[in-house]
């Protein structure tokens, strides 16, 4: 059965890190491209970062850069999303998707990524 599983996400205060892991089971990650989404209560999906197959490029929302980093571990099957100085708006349910797809442009347009995608972690940022 292929599917991606997700772990980490918590509670955490304001300016804290926490790292998502995304792990995929069943197919081998290395082809894929790896996205991550949040959606916050009341408010639509959004893209948040997308990392290619090959890790050579990388794309974030401006409301995460500089502070989020999306990483890939392809000999554990992995990939992650490093949340640091983490603040109350980054509140929302987070999604890793990963999508077949070796291109280095596909992250251009990963907003409409299909393919495999996680349960969802909850990340609460809070005081």
């Known amino acids: 059965q292929l599917q991606v599983v997700q772990s980490g996400g918590g509670l955490v205060q304001p300016g804290g890190s926490l790292r998502l892991s995304c792990a995929a089971s069943?197919?081998?990650?290395?082809?894929?491209?790896v996205g991550w989404f949040r959606r916050a209560s009341g408010k639509e999906r959004e893209g948040v970062s997308c990392i290619t197959a090959s890790g050579r490029v990388t794309n974030y929302a401006e409301s995460v850069k500089g502070r989020f980093t999306i990483s890939r571990d392809d000999a554990k099957n992995t990939a992650y999303l490093q949340m640091n100085s983490l603040k109350p708006e980054d509140t929302a349910v987070y999604y890793c998707a990963a999508d077949q797809d070796l291109a280095d442009d596909f992250c251009s347009g990963y907003l409409r990524m299909g393919g495999h995608w996680g349960q969802g972690t909850q990340v609460t940022v809070s005081s």
């Open positions: 069943g197919f081998t990650l290395g082809y894929y491209a």
